[in-house]
């Protein structure tokens, strides 16, 4: 799916001096063009994520200069593992959100790019209109009123009312808070919609024709045409949203005021690293937390990759 | 007759989506008891007094949030689409040693989650004094000048894979070399890329909200979300208009941008294929 592009071509012929200085100056251009990225590599990312290994043996406040932290060697590990409820409650607590929240929002997010896939008038309009959410939705401004909305005199329990059920305040509820993150996770189902939109345009029209002649009914065209042909943009989706619904920080935030409440319920796991490492200032034990989690990430991503050799059909193999 | 069945069930589905922001708008100009008591859309008495009192809840005006808003997003803009044009133009059309390599760790920080440096990073920019230092925007703002958002080098790759190869060779028969090609193949024509990249770049720091809560300390330079959640803190009843207020007038920026590019915000995330 992503490679390196082709290299560019060079004529056929002996090695000219000529074209050999050439590649020599490419050769220098391209580490010049290239140095703020190196620079950016080393600095903003390789070096943070080896004084994060280091860190994640050791007990370090910030508040100390560097010089004296203490190296604690595994505890930080078996803290997590064997000795932090709260730890685990918070993996439940991401896992569940996640397990939920991606496949409902890829389902509407099909569900919507196939209604809209027949082309109409207005199609360009609605398209933009149902991709404002994912625009707006991950910004604190938006998860302010989406808490609002499921807050005792929210917009949601009056809705309820007009159907006779007597509303509540879920976002202060243990038992329902992660549901309205979740719903906020899946109102912002524009984004994949709109990949899906792309995708559903490549699959040729004559693949249903000729299934209509055939006998084939919407049910078996649509499983035997449309969700073979759209696999790879399923899978693709698939692995960007979980990635995402791991990472999920602002809505938990504004909605547990920055702690996770009510009970923990909204403990994500971003979160609770950050509460961690920036409110308890244990910075070794959170980056401890920070490499399990891009492992986990890491993992994840693998598996899903590995099941998608089984599901995700690639129509033009050799040529990506 | 199926066909207006489809765009019928298409309008419901619209108008649930919608209704949380048409919401916000009508909250944003209800009275202290109509917050509680009217949930409807539209309020029976148009309060306009909560933005000037959502402007002036705090010691500061929020209108010295939305500035350091704007400096942080404009400064972000401009490292983003410099450095990643730069890194771009390297890994997609030179030629040189070790490049594949390269561009697969560029993949791979592309997969990377903010949330595992953000520790070390936090207690190296500390130790260099920028936390709260002399321009406290620098831990925010440097990163993006190195090209570390990898979506949007990726980005640029890709759109300058579909520049034909024929006008770098062109120009170095008449004697280009990889800078003159650069400054006058490569850049006018990857114009484009350079917009998209600009406008989500802007989009996603000015609702960034992770990095601007962990590398901002003194309310004199907090940003808008972080500013906003200072409303949480302040829950009563009266609060509510003013901080509804004020996080529409946040969400306009935003809005207005998606206005006036929604073709090609859509179009880039289907070329590059990315979140949103």
């Not at chain 1, 200069?65 to 607590?93: K, Q």
């Not at chain 1, 920070?290 to 050799?309: N, Q």
């Not at chain 2, 909560?50 to 929020?62: E, K, M, Y």
């Not at chain 2, 936390?131 to 000048?145: A, E």
Request: hydrophobic share 55%; net charge neutral; with cysteine.
């Amino acid at each position: 799916m992503i490679t390196a592009p082709p290299e560019p071509r060079l004529r056929p012929g002996p090695a000219t001096p000529r074209r050999a200085r050439g590649r020599s100056r490419q050769n220098l251009a391209g580490y010049v063009f290239l140095s703020p990225w190196l620079l950016g590599l080393m600095l903003i990312t390789a070096v943070p994520m080896l004084l994060s290994l280091y860190l994640s043996f050791t007990d370090y406040d910030v508040l100390s200069p560097l010089s004296e932290v203490e190296w604690v060697g595994w505890d930080n590990y078996r803290r997590m593992f064997t000795d932090d409820p709260s730890y685990w409650h918070a993996v439940s607590v991401t896992v569940t959100f996640a397990l939920v929240a991606v496949p409902l929002k890829l389902l509407a997010a099909l569900g919507v790019a196939l209604l809209l896939n027949r082309a109409f008038r207005a199609v360009g309009l609605f398209r933009g209109l149902f991709y404002l959410p994912s625009l707006l939705g991950g910004s604190v401004a938006l998860a302010i009123v989406w808490v609002s909305m499921f807050n005792r005199d929210g917009a949601f329990n009056s809705l309820l009312g007009f159907f006779g059920v007597e509303g509540q305040p879920w976002v202060s509820d243990p038992r329902y808070a992660l549901e309205t993150l979740m719903l906020l996770a899946i109102w912002q189902f524009g984004a994949p919609m709109v990949i899906f939109l792309a995708g559903l345009k490549q699959v040729p029209a004559e693949l249903y024709e000729a299934a209509s002649v055939d006998g084939a009914g919407p049910a078996r065209q649509f499983w035997h045409i449309t969700v073979p042909m759209l696999s790879p943009v399923i899978f693709f989706n698939l692995v960007l949203e979980t990635i995402n619904g791991f990472q999920g920080f602002t809505a938990a935030f504004v909605l547990s005021n920055g702690e996770g409440g009510p009970v923990d319920s909204t403990l994500m796991y971003t979160l609770n690293l950050y509460i961690n490492g920036f409110v308890k200032l244990d910075m070794g034990y959170a980056s401890a937390m920070a490499w399990v989690f891009l492992i986990a990430i890491g993992l994840i991503t693998a598996v899903l990759f590995r099941t998608g050799r089984f599901w995700v059909h690639y129509n033009d193999e050799g040529n990506g | 007759m199926r066909r207006l069945l489809r765009v019928l069930l298409l309008i419901g589905i619209l108008a649930v989506v919608l209704y949380p922001l048409a919401w916000m708008v009508g909250t944003s100009f209800k009275s202290p008891e109509e917050i509680v008591n009217n949930i409807g859309l539209i309020p029976e008495k148009f309060t306009p007094g909560n933005f000037s009192a959502g402007w002036n809840n705090f010691q500061l005006s929020f209108g010295r949030f939305f500035l350091n808003s704007v400096l942080v997003s404009v400064a972000t803009v401009l490292g983003n689409v410099v450095s990643c044009l730069l890194a771009a133009y390297a890994l997609g059309r030179l030629r040189f040693r070790l490049r594949g390599m390269w561009f697969a760790i560029m993949i791979g920080t592309l997969l990377l989650p903010g949330h595992v440096l953000i520790i070390p990073q936090y207690i190296l920019f500390k130790s260099l004094d920028w936390v709260g230092g002399d321009f406290p925007y620098l831990p925010l703002i440097v990163p993006q000048f190195l090209a570390t958002e990898a979506f949007f080098v990726f980005l640029m790759v890709q759109f300058m894979r579909g520049i034909p190869r024929e006008l770098d060779e062109a120009a170095t028969i008449d004697g280009a070399g990889p800078y003159a090609i650069f400054r006058h193949v490569i850049l006018p024509l990857s114009r484009p890329a350079l917009v998209t990249t600009a406008i989500f770049s802007f989009i996603w720091t000015w609702n960034d909200f992770f990095r601007q809560l962990v590398f901002l300390s003194d309310l004199s330079d907090y940003t808008v979300p972080v500013a906003l959640t200072l409303f949480i803190d302040s829950t009563s009843e009266s609060a509510v208009g003013p901080m509804f207020a004020m996080s529409l007038l946040s969400l306009i920026p935003v809005f207005l941008f998606f206005v006036a590019f929604q073709r090609m915000l859509v179009e880039g995330i289907n070329t590059s294929g990315l979140k949103g």
